[in-house]
């Protein structure tokens, strides 16, 4: 057996997502973000719905969290909460046939891509990349993952997000411009997947900011739910 070498500086944690009803976690590679991938969300954010390529950005692995708290981060007063359905990967490789590509997929869960809407802004505007937007500490809230073995491939279903008991996001997985094989073959064109992977899958329209103390409830029908207090 292989010994570990000795690390000049402590090895950083690996990140381990709970798998609901196991003791076994899911161990975390990378994490893919798909942007504008409802068309209702594309039109309120001043976008063309149409058919695009679409387009992606990534957060960090160390970006998600489970324990259902979100400290509201630094440089910002407009935080805003999107709604995604979380794939999870087992598989990977490059140039993914589409008809191959939910067999690379171990899992589900319901996450929340925080962005920080006044910096994505003005990153935007400067054509900057969106890094300080969106993979910030927290950013990424996850609910526990559900093997595709107990709960199959999602295709529709409802997929929304309620602050403080009044509903803000209201969708249907079945409203997605690039359905979940299609994400998998063309992130797999620009990048190697691989097992462990997360992919973050778009929001429907609804999104809006969050003060400290608010209470988001969120969910993707037959899936997971998932609670967060701003802190
Ligand atoms: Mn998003």
Redesign the pocket.
Known sequence: MATLPVTVIPLPAPVLLPVAGSDAVFPVRRVY?V?RNYADHAIEMGHDPSREPPFFFQKNPQNLVTDGLFPYPPLSSNVHF?V?LVMALKAGGNDIAVDDALNCVWGYGVGI?F?RRDLQDGLKKAGRSWEAAKAFEASAPVSPLVPAEKIGHPQQGAIWLDVNGKRKQSGDLAQMIWKLPEIVVELSKLFTLSAGDII?T??PAGVGPILRCDRILCAVEGVAELEVEVI
Do not use: A, K, P, V
């Open positions: 973000c942007g999107e995604e891509d962005t973050m778009g929001t």
